[in-house]
């Protein structure tokens, strides 16, 4: 039986980054706009894992300033998307553990985290529990935010684990990311898989980067990169536009493969039926609420695992 293992190597990961963030101006370069300490200045300290998925110290010395307030921007949007998570788990962000409240129906109170205590409001609808199954199944509605410019952050994160050369290769993708506009020329994969884990938990976040074997396989093409955002125990997979060499050997008549990555290996293979996959399209550029189900499994009513 094929798994992603059979087409895909683990490339580079955040563990082995060493080259923090330096105060020295000497021989800057920002990767995404190609300007130096010339044009711009280089006074912040750049997150490559974003702090709202936790805090770390994973830095770098190629973001400039100007870069650096943009994709602040963008990331205002992703930490809406996953607030509810942050919340549930009471992960650390920059400014703490946030609260939550869940868009609310008219005439509705709202559900809640606080503290890591839900209180559900008066939307009966929005939880279910299953005493057989032992489940808590919790429908949480985001407030209003632009899947578009969480796509340029998680797109952000994979150039960052890049080598020079690679970046060289395939420097269409920042076409990608400077676009005010989704590109809809078949070369971006919009779909994003969310797993969240049941045994195992990330107590500070990192990223994995995974490179295809080979990128054409007889009638099959699969995308070279494919980045992997572990923070607590939720895990995102997104697949980075198309390579050069993806582009230049895509036929119309291959099929595109999307090898979803097996979370269970990560987590308690006897558990494997409790992990959720879901997934998330994120090309859409206008504000939108999404309603995310999450499932939690209990011991009994008064203890939630």
């Not at 830095?59 to 943009?70: P, Y």
């Not at 632009?146 to 994160?157: N, Q």
């Not at 506009?181 to 107590?203: A, D, S």
Request: some cysteine.
């Amino acid at each position: 039986m094929e798994s992603f293992f059979d087409f895909y190597d683990l490339h580079t990961t955040s563990d082995d980054l060493s080259a923090n963030y330096s105060k020295s101006q000497n021989n800057r370069k920002c990767r995404f706009c190609d300007k130096t300490p010339l044009d711009v200045s280089f006074n912040n300290k750049p997150h490559i894992i974003p702090e709202l998925f936790g805090r770390n110290n994973i830095t770098s010395n190629f973001e400039c300033d100007e870069c650096n307030k943009l994709f602040q921007n963008y990331e205002t949007d992703t930490a809406t998307m996953i607030q509810h998570y942050l919340a549930l788990l009471r992960i650390k962000t920059k400014r703490g553990v946030p609260n939550f409240q869940s868009k609310k129906e008219q005439g509705n109170y709202a559900t809640t985290i606080a503290d890591g205590q839900i209180n559900f409001g008066s939307n009966i609808e929005d939880y279910q529990f299953n005493d057989e199954e032992k489940t808590l199944t919790i429908n949480f509605r985001t407030k209003r935010f632009c899947p578009f410019f969480v796509y340029k952050v998680f797109l952000k994160m994979g150039i960052c684990l890049l080598s020079e050369d690679e970046i060289k290769e395939n420097e269409h993708y920042f076409d990608f990311l400077n676009s005010e506009e989704p590109i809809t020329n078949g070369l971006q994969v919009w779909t994003t898989y969310r797993y969240m884990l049941k045994t195992k938990y990330h107590l500070v976040p990192n990223i994995n980067l995974y490179r295809a074997k080979k990128t054409i396989i007889k009638n099959d093409a699969f995308p070279e990169y494919i980045l992997l955002i572990n923070f607590s125990n939720i895990v995102f997979q997104f697949f980075l536009p198309l390579s050069k060499k993806n582009v230049t050997e895509y036929k119309s008549d291959l099929a595109l493969r999307l090898h979803m990555y097996p979370s269970f290996v990560l987590d308690d293979i006897t558990r494997l039926k409790q992990i959720e996959v879901h997934n998330m399209d994120l090309s859409e550029k206008n504000k939108v609420s999404i309603t995310d189900k999450v499932v939690l499994h209990y011991q009994q009513r008064d203890r939630l695992v």
